[in-house]
């Protein structure tokens, strides 16, 4: 195992960073022409008309899917409202809605058929995998990884969808990620439900849980996945067998772990006894296996916790600012050193779902993936603000965001031309319409249809005057004549 380096970007200065669009990092110029190419075959498959869509519409469909993030509208048309209190210049500028609505019925990105049976996400399967494998290359790796779930918002019905408690998003899918401390996605993969297989072998050694993260460090690249970290978990994942396999591999785990998991045989004090003591107590043992030791922390705050790491013991005791209610004030406690570095390390997941969700893309379809994609674009997005924040740019997420969309809309954007032809149709002039002199019906050249041109009729017929050359329906000639 190498020791754990750290990269930079071969970029001259944020300057050329931003304007060189970062997302490209991402979704770069292979993964649109895919996307034209799906979209395409997916008319053909469903007998549509051929969307002829290109790279630059999709830029531009991408540019206002970003808009609509943090400039959400009551629905997807209002964007190109008349009414000037809604109407988003920028994106009318850019793309027509009858074109928008369009390219979002056609979006595709798999062959229809070619799919994978067995694969509950293979719609999204090659966009899934681009997105990894970017993530991963573009990853500069730091030593803290935590590894969490994210919940992507869906109401609909489908296989994938879970409902847990206490989150704030409680429906929707799952998605097993491991981020670094700023927030940057390094690895995911959404998860498929119980039905699905995995890695059988690491789910029997180590159990479901603790096998995602496993899982996710073999699909790092292989000069990536030679470096010492330190991953970081919650309860859900943690345990002995797991901690002491990350250690084999060379790597190190923190992680809370559950009082059931630790084993009766444990010298620590029991959680309800220790719930007694006073905010600060602490004690600590160490669990040995395969040469390899796992040191327990047990730490009562407002609660009573326990850590479990093959990295960090008790020592140094630090210290934490913790309320009062007896002193009304702030005071000191006394925090075991494994617990503090867990705080530090844990929660890279927890915020870029904070970033996202502050800025996610607002427009919405009923397609039961729909959901998902806009999550890996927002991602995509997210990424790339940590990257360019790692080069010194001290744009915000917002001020970022929209230096993107400006990107795409203006500069893949075709400015719509007028509403439309003028009508060659004139008016009839007065003293002709009334003159009385050869009004006849007749139909209209080549059994086409017009109009009727009748105030208050809005009947539209194959007959017409033959002197006013105006669409007219038989009931009204005679009252479109009559002064």
């Keep these: 195992m190498d020791c754990l380096c750290f990269l930079s970007l071969t970029i001259a200065s944020t300057e050329i960073f931003l304007l060189q669009n970062s997302l490209s990092y991402f979704f770069d110029e292979e993964l649109f022409e895919f996307i034209v190419q799906q979209s395409k075959l997916y008319c053909a498959y469903k007998n549509w008309p051929d969307i002829s869509v290109t790279k630059e519409e999709i830029k531009v469909f991408f540019g206002i899917l970003i808009v609509s993030g943090y400039n959400p509208m009551p629905s997807e048309a209002s964007f190109w409202s008349s009414s000037p209190d809604l109407r988003n210049e920028a994106v009318c500028n850019a793309m027509r809605r009858d074109r928008f609505d369009r390219i979002m019925r056609c979006l595709h990105f798999n062959d229809n058929t070619k799919l994978d049976v067995e694969d509950k996400y293979t719609k999204l399967r090659p966009l899934i995998q681009h997105l990894q494998k970017r993530s991963m290359d573009h990853f500069i790796p730091t030593q803290a990884i935590s590894h969490d779930e994210a919940m992507v918002k869906y109401f609909g019905k489908h296989g994938c969808k879970?409902?847990?408690?206490?989150?704030?998003?409680?429906?929707?899918?799952?998605?097993?990620?491991?981020?670094?401390?700023?927030?940057?996605?390094?690895?995911?993969?959404?998860?498929?439900?119980?039905?699905?297989?995995?890695?059988?072998?690491?789910?029997?050694?180590?159990?479901?849980?603790?096998?995602?993260?496993?899982?996710?460090?073999?699909?790092?690249?292989?000069?990536?996945?030679?470096?010492?970290?330190?991953?970081?978990?919650?309860?859900?994942?943690?345990?002995i067998p797991l901690l002491i396999e990350l250690k084999e591999r060379g790597y190190n785990g923190t992680g809370t772990i559950k009082s059931n998991t630790v084993g009766k045989d444990c010298p620590l004090m029991q959680s309800k006894a220790m719930e007694k003591k006073e905010r600060g107590y602490f004690m600590s043992a160490t669990a040995s296996d395969k040469n390899e030791s796992v040191v327990l922390s047990r730490w009562k705050d407002n609660a009573v916790v326990t850590v479990a790491s093959s990295l960090y013991g008790s020592e140094p005791i630090g210290s934490v600012d913790r309320w009062s209610r007896v002193d009304k004030k702030k005071i000191k406690v006394s925090i075991p050193h494994g617990i503090k570095m867990y705080n530090k390390?844990?929660?890279?997941?927890?915020?870029?779902?904070?970033?996202?969700?502050?800025?996610?893309?607002?427009?919405?379809?009923?397609?039961?993936?729909?959901?998902?994609?806009?999550?890996?674009?927002?991602?995509?997005?997210?990424?790339?603000?940590?990257?360019?924040?790692?080069?010194?740019?001290?744009?915000?997420?917002?001020?970022?965001?929209?230096?993107?969309?400006?990107?795409?809309?203006?500069?893949?954007?075709?400015?719509?031309?007028?509403?439309?032809?003028?009508?060659?149709?004139?008016?009839?002039?007065?003293?002709?319409?009334?003159?009385?002199?050869?009004?006849?019906?007749?139909?209209?050249?080549?059994?086409?249809?017009?109009?009727?041109?009748?105030?208050?009729?809005?009947?539209?017929?194959r007959t017409q005057c033959s002197r006013c050359n105006v669409g007219l329906c038989v009931k009204c000639f005679r009252d479109y004549h009559t002064k």
């Design 162 to 239: 879970q409902s847990i408690r206490n989150k704030p998003i409680r429906f929707g899918y799952k998605v097993w990620c491991q981020n670094t401390v700023s927030g940057y996605l390094v690895a995911f993969e959404p998860y498929q439900g119980k039905s699905h297989k995995g890695n059988i072998e690491l789910q029997a050694k180590f159990g479901k849980p603790a096998a995602t993260v496993l899982e996710l460090i073999d699909e790092y690249s292989t000069e990536k996945r030679n470096l010492s970290y330190s991953f970081y978990f919650d309860n859900y994942f943690t345990t």
């Design 345 to 461: 390390g844990m929660g890279g997941t927890d915020r870029m779902d904070q970033n996202i969700n502050k800025y996610r893309i607002s427009i919405k379809s009923k397609k039961w993936w729909w959901s998902l994609f806009t999550w890996m674009l927002d991602m995509a997005v997210h990424n790339a603000w940590q990257l360019s924040k790692g080069q010194g740019s001290a744009l915000t997420q917002l001020q970022f965001r929209r230096e993107i969309a400006a990107c795409y809309l203006n500069q893949f954007g075709i400015l719509p031309k007028g509403k439309g032809r003028k009508s060659t149709t004139l008016p009839a002039q007065h003293f002709v319409r009334y003159d009385n002199l050869g009004h006849l019906v007749e139909p209209v050249q080549d059994n086409k249809k017009r109009r009727c041109a009748n105030t208050g009729c809005t009947s539209i017929g």
